[in-house]
């Protein structure tokens, strides 16, 4: 720590985007830090839109609203800064590397943007059908549970929450609940989302709740210890027990408990699950599948021996088979159509097929228009993600669904319901859901 202290030994640089999220989770990491009295900061702002982006009415809007969280990045952060331009292309390989750190460090001009000006979108896209889309997240005779996963900040919580409005607008009885303990549902649904299930105003058919992973696992231990002690346990095997639920598996256990305890609930023809970034949310759904090497067997094994596998089975016996069952159960993996969070959501994929679950929807989040490919920047950059889509689609092989970049973040009923129709189309239902709106006033 001692070290860490010295700005002459240790510097720490934070990477953030000029957006809301980016913001909040940096001063999160630095209000950390400080705490250790480690002050010794700097920030690279990336993905500046550069002057020549801002041609395109679509970049020249995100540009705008860049600029407003720069600011707010120089009175929040009284740090040296740098700022990182948005390329026309990925930065991959020693080569780019040395040509980015040129660009970045010694000023010289982005030249690549002239090579690219002659180049001309391929109209080639790899577009699933809508059918093929919906059929993965409508209910079919019984309940869908759908999943969204992936990398952090690609866009689980907004495709959770258009999914979940465009099919309340279907008719269905819908419950949009997520685990992210940083969650912003409330932000993006324009409407506080509380630690009870409640209606979502102004959207009939819709439900939403939080599952606050820390107030989850106080209850979870308090009902574990107290069955123990009900039985009659002496108070050194609950200490022993105590200490074996003081670890992290016990949140992720307990959240997952209160999926379940939702899950269980009659009447849901729909629920839509926006999970915490990868490696959290593949612990929490491998858990229950993995139970018998779990710690809570353990502590049911202190109390009644192979009673506590009864249990277990008899708990998650049911919801593991519905998320293994592809007709009940929907994994969908969000990305952005570039290298790394498909390497991520791949590898993610691959880890669940060892449980036996398996994507079956694909999300390309951020997909620039068509119609906005209008100058030599945004055409590299749609050229860069056509290849991309393609690659997802080759490698995943299951219906992918898009969102477009959008100019602004995504907030509000009205704009998710948009955003629904883009990524879904009209639905079976859709007229059915409208008329029923409209009989409720
Ligand atoms: N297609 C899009 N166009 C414009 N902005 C978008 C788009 N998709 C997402 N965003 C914005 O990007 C940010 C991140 O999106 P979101 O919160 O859905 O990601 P997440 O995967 O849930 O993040 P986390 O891992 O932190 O939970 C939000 O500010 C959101 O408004
Ligand atoms: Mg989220």
């Known amino acids: 720590l001692s070290a860490m202290r010295q700005p002459e030994q240790t510097s720490f640089l934070f990477v953030l985007h000029p957006e809301a999220i980016s913001i909040k989770e940096t001063r999160r990491a630095i209000d950390e830090l400080i705490k250790l009295d480690i002050e010794n900061f700097s920030l690279i702002i990336n993905g500046i839109i550069p002057p020549e982006g801002r041609r395109n009415p679509l970049f020249a809007a995100r540009a705008e ?9 120089e009175f929040n952060f009284p740090y040296p800064k740098q700022r990182m331009t948005l390329l026309a292309d990925e930065i991959q390989g020693v080569r780019k590397l040395r040509q980015v750190g040129k660009i970045f460090f010694d000023g010289e001009p982005d030249s690549r943007l002239e090579e690219v000006a002659s180049v001309r979108a391929q109209s080639e896209m790899h577009v699933s059908s809508l059918d093929l889309v919906r059929a993965r997240i409508q209910p079919n005779g019984h309940r869908r549970t ?6 952090g900040g690609v866009g689980k919580t907004v495709a959770s ?4 409005v465009w099919l309340a607008q279907q008719g269905y009885r819908t419950l949009l609940l997520t685990t992210d303990p940083a969650a912003h549902l409330g932000d993006v649904l324009d409407s506080p989302v509380g630690d009870e299930v409640a209606p979502v105003s102004g959207q009939p058919h819709l439900w939403a709740v939080k599952i606050d992973p820390k107030a989850a696992a106080e209850t979870y231990k308090a009902r574990i210890l107290d069955d123990a002690r009900q039985r009659g346990r002496p108070e050194t095997a609950i200490q022993v027990m105590e200490e074996e639920l003081d670890s992290p598996c016990t949140e992720e256990m307990a959240a997952f408990d209160k999926f379940i305890e939702y899950a269980s609930q009659e009447g849901w023809e729909a629920i839509v699950f926006d999970t915490a970034p990868t490696g959290h949310t593949l612990r929490l759904l491998e858990l229950p599948v993995d139970w018998s ?9 202190s109390v009644e021996g192979t009673a506590a596998d009864d249990v277990a089975k008899q708990r998650f016996g049911k ?19 570039e ?13 669940l097929g060892t449980v036996g679950i398996h994507p079956g929807l694909v999300v390309a989040n951020m997909v620039i228009p068509a119609e906005q490919v209008t ?3 945004v055409q590299s950059r749609r050229l860069m993600q056509e290849k991309y889509l393609k690659e997802i689609a080759e490698r995943f092989s299951v219906p992918l669904a898009q969102i477009p970049l ?14 629904g129709e883009l990524m879904y189309g009209n639905g079976d239902r859709a007229y059915a859901g409208k008329a029923l709106e409209a009989s409720h006033g």
Do not use: N
């Open 65 to 73: 609203m860049q600029a407003r969280y720069l600011v707010q990045i």
């Open 146 to 151: 759908v999943f969204f996963a992936g990398k």
């Open 161 to 164: 929450c258009i999914t979940a």
């Open 293 to 301: 090497k779990q710690i809570d067997v353990k502590v049911f094994a």
């Open 319 to 337: 919801v593991i088979e519905m998320m293994s069952d592809p007709e009940q159960s929907t994994f969908a993996f969000v990305m952005y159509p």
């Open 339 to 351: 290298a790394t969070p498909i390497l991520e959501a791949w590898r993610a994929a691959r880890e």
């Open 375 to 377: 100058t030599p920047f």
């Open 406 to 419: 959008l100019p602004q973040e995504i907030k509000g009923l009205k704009m998710l319901a948009e955003l």
